[in-house]
């Protein structure tokens, strides 16, 4: 079971982000995704996976930003354990 902090680095240019979400995959290109709470805004380059999060079949977290028109295609990904 997961919980706990998960950190990005925000981009260089992140005047067309509107807000990031975190996802628990199955791949680092987010395979089989599933939110884990709800989007953090830009600015915050954190989110929270609540403690007791079941990992399941699922070995990352991924993180896509989204503007307000669309989802980034490529996420970030941590690799955990």
Excluded: C, M
């Amino acid at each position: 079971e997961l919980g706990g902090t998960v950190k990005w680095n925000e981009p260089a240019d992140p005047s067309r982000v509107s807000v990031y979400n975190l996802y628990l995959a199955k791949n680092p290109i987010g395979l089989g995704r599933s939110q884990i709470e709800g989007s953090t805004s830009v600015g915050t380059n954190f989110a929270y996976a609540p403690a007791e999060t079941a990992s399941g079949n699922y070995d990352f977290f991924v993180v896509y930003t989204a503007s307000w028109l669309v989802e980034q295609t490529t996420p970030v990904a941590l690799e955990f354990v």
